[in-house]
């Protein structure tokens, strides 16, 4: 069965502070692994894909890297409109291709 | 300009009425999909279609029933509506064949049955 795991659940820090967001995942069967951010009463909004391990995407103050068996969403010196839940997804399948994602982490960013 | 547009945004309906959403994208997306995020946030596949054909078919109840009239348009019609249908569902679209592009969201459909 396909799993993400997203961690921490949530995840409060001062203006500035860097940290990092983990996603783990059922590695069988894997067809690329994806970041999104969704605001509230908003849709998810698709940030990064990553397909190989040793991959790593940027844009802004976000950086996503992949092992074989995690990701990680580093966030350098967040501001506050950083603050959103960060999802994580799991692509498999081929004509019957899916994400399933994590639970997602909610990041607030304090000024 | 809105490249995944869902209606309504809000619903609110009583229990055992039946309901329906819709769904349309303007990117020349082939495939289409509903998500249901429950109240934990946990977003989760209900059914996909690619080209008006039904290629996913999650563990969903009967009740639940998706038509693709053509590629641009999903709608999803819920009959007999239970407490336990109240949550945000989410349309999105894609390139088959390009799955590492992701996929676009609409800005989902807050249902609540009272």
């Keep these: 069965e396909d799993q993400v795991t997203q961690s921490p659940e949530a995840l409060r820090l001062q203006e500035g502070e860097s940290s990092s967001l983990n996603c783990s995942y059922t590695v069988s069967g894997l067809r690329g692994l994806f970041w999104y951010r969704q605001d509230p009463g908003k849709g998810p909004e698709f940030l990064f894909t990553l397909y190989s391990a040793g991959e790593e995407k940027e844009k802004e103050r976000l950086k996503a890297t992949l092992t074989k068996k995690e990701s990680f969403l580093h966030i350098t010196a967040p501001k506050p409109e950083d603050s959103a839940t960060y999802l994580c997804a799991r692509g498999s399948g081929g004509s019957n291709y899916k994400l399933t994602f994590g639970k997602g982490t909610l990041l607030t960013v304090n000024p | ?114």
């Design chain 2, 1 to 114: 300009d809105t490249a995944v547009s869902q209606t309504p945004k809000y619903l609110v309906t009583q229990m055992g009425n039946d309901k329906s959403i819709k769904c349309e994208q303007n990117l020349g997306h082939d495939t289409m999909y509903w998500y249901k995020q429950d109240s934990k946030k946990f977003l989760k596949i209900m059914f996909s279609y690619n080209n008006k054909e039904l290629i996913i078919n999650e563990t969903v109840p009967n009740r639940f029933s998706p038509k693709s009239p053509d590629k641009a348009h999903l709608n999803l019609h819920i009959n007999s509506l239970e407490l336990g249908d109240s949550a945000v569902y989410f349309c999105a679209s894609s390139l088959l064949d390009r799955p590492l592009y992701g996929y676009t969201f609409g800005s989902g459909t807050r249902l609540t049955v009272v």
